[in-house]
């Protein structure tokens, strides 16, 4: 019954920006490791960020310094700052939660049991 949800994702210029959202239902984002990963035709699915419970973060090398991870407890909502975008970051993105780690978070996709729906960002040149 657990439930995360996507939005924010859009259509947008290079250079542009997008806050994407994953809202919980019946799982705390608080409890666990939570992640993005996205995925673009023909290619595998891929990490982009992770969040532990104490707020540590981690990103994935095509994406630090441009993409920023976090979350809001009291709304219980997963957040993805998406600046200076490029058209290589046009993919599916996906919001995750790892309910067996609470630090040390994975990059594993296997390791997260719980995945929203996703949400389409397209960046054009």
């Known amino acids: 019954q657990v439930q995360l949800v996507e939005s924010g994702g859009g259509s947008v210029q290079a250079g542009g920006s997008l806050r994407l959202s994953c809202a919980a239902s019946r799982y705390a984002v608080s409890s666990s490791c939570m992640g993005w990963f996205r995925q673009a035709p023909g290619k595998p699915r891929e990490g982009v960020a992770t969040i532990d419970t104490r707020g540590g973060t981690s990103y994935g090398d095509s994406v630090r310094g441009r993409f920023t991870i976090s979350k809001d407890n009291a709304k219980n909502t997963l957040y993805l700052q998406l600046n200076s975008l490029k058209p290589e970051d046009t993919a599916m993105y996906y919001c995750?939660?790892?309910?067996?780690?609470?630090?040390?978070?994975?990059?594993?996709?296997?390791?997260?049991?719980?995945w929203g729906q996703g949400t389409q960002v397209a960046v054009s040149s």
């Open positions: 995750a939660a790892d309910p067996e780690r609470v630090n040390w978070c994975l990059w594993q996709i296997s390791a997260y049991n719980y």
